[in-house]
């Protein structure tokens, strides 16, 4: 069974630039999640898909941040633009449902804005 | 609110000793409780998980975790260390009630060394 898919691997752009970051999840996974990970600290959820529609974005800074679910498989998270606390490691995880207890992480992308 | 503390964010020990990493959680409602790891440039990896059965968790790589209601916390152990476990540790509790939401600790960074 394929993992869950993140591209790019690494990226890095100058401030105010915007970048967009693409997730293709465990196929038959209904349930969606993307994460910062700040150095040093524990992953963040910024966004919680269930199919495509959102179900948590309590956490997403809404004015930069953008994310979709188009078709309710693989999503993409935007930014636009960039910060320099944006620099981060940005995971996509994917679980078959709300109520299982599991989530699959995908390897990240790293992200430095300079 | 859910929440976990992890206790130590660096814990160093020799390859053949015990390891304890620690976790504590607060919640209102009976938690679910997991561990993840995450190598170098990796996705986070479920070892283990408590959901309301036996108390003794046992997860892959040798690690167990203990779930100790009175103490609110879900230490990770693993008898004898051995090089391939050094990596970050997560401590997770899910939002029960929700849309399978994780809060992560501060994660732990474990080291072993000859």
């Known amino acids: 069974e394929a993992g869950v898919a993140q591209s790019p691997r690494y990226k890095i752009i100058e401030k105010r630039q915007s970048v967009a970051f693409w997730c293709n999840p465990i196929?038959?996974?209904?349930?969606l999640y993307w994460y910062q990970q700040i150095l040093g600290q524990g992953p963040k959820l910024l966004i919680q898909?269930?199919?495509?529609?959102?179900?948590?974005d309590s956490q997403l800074p809404k004015d930069r941040f953008s994310a979709e679910r188009l078709k309710g498989v693989d999503s993409t998270l935007k930014i636009q633009p960039a910060k320099l606390e944006d620099s981060a490691v940005y995971l996509c995880?994917?679980?078959?449902?709300?109520?299982?207890?599991?989530?699959?992480f995908g390897q990240g992308t790293r992200l430095t804005v300079v | 609110a859910q929440s976990v503390t992890q206790l130590g964010s660096h814990v160093s020990v020799s390859e053949g000793a015990l390891v304890l990493l620690r976790c504590n959680y607060s919640?209102?409602?009976?938690?679910?409780l997991f561990w993840y790891v995450q190598y170098p440039n990796q996705g986070l990896q479920l070892l283990l998980k408590?959901?309301?059965?036996?108390?003794l968790v046992k997860g892959i790589n040798g690690f167990e975790a203990e779930f100790k209601k009175s103490e609110t916390s879900f230490h990770l152990t693993k008898p004898s260390a051995h090089m391939s476990d050094a990596a970050e540790y997560f401590c997770?509790?899910?939002?029960?009630?929700?849309?399978?939401?994780?809060?992560f600790g501060a994660g732990t960074r474990l080291a072993v060394h000859p």
């Open positions: 995880a994917s679980s078959t449902n709300p109520g299982d207890t599991e989530a699959f």
């Open positions: 196929s038959g996974h209904a349930t």
């Open positions: 898909f269930q199919n495509n529609g959102v179900v948590d």
């Open positions: 919640s209102s409602v009976p938690p679910y």
């Open positions: 408590y959901t309301s059965a036996a108390t």
């Open positions: 997770a509790v899910r939002i029960s009630g929700g849309y399978n939401k994780l809060i």
